[in-house]
C-alpha cells in the first residue's frame, strides 16, 4: 500500500497572501508586499498526528476564502503546527501546478521559471 502523492502542487492566490501547497508536509505562504517567505511544516511532528493537527489545519487553509498571515500564524500555534522562515524560491520547473484564485482555476505545467 502506497502512501498519497498529489497530482499536483496547488498555489491559492487570495488579497493578501499566496499559499503554495508544496507537498504532503509543507505548505509555503508568501504575505503580499513583503520578499520573506513562511514555510508551515510537519517534518518533525510525532507519528499519529496527521489526522488530529496537519489535517485540519491544511483544510482549513485551502477552503478559507479570505485568510491572512497573522490569521494563518494562529491556526498554525492553535493545530501545533511547526512554521519558519522560507530560504530561497520554490522550484516549480516542470511541475504540475493548479493556480487557484477566487473561482478561477488554472492547471498546467510551469516550464523554465
Known sequence: ????????????V???LTL???DWNAIYAYPEGSQQGYVFQK???????????WKPFKRRLMKRKQLTFAQCCQLADHY????????GRL???KKAVEIRYGK???KGVLNDM
Open 104 to 106: 478561477w482555476t488554472v
Open 80 to 87: 501545533g503546527i511547526l512554521a519558519g522562515g522560507a530560504v
Open 43 to 53: 517534518w518533525h511532528a510525532p507519528r499519529g498526528t496527521y489526522f488530529k493537527a
Open 1 to 12: 500500500m502506497g502512501r498519497y502523492r498529489a497530482k499536483r502542487v496547488i498555489v491559492k
Open 20 to 22: 503554495v501547497f508544496w
Open 91 to 93: 522550484d516549480f520547473n
Open 14 to 16: 487570495l488579497p493578501e
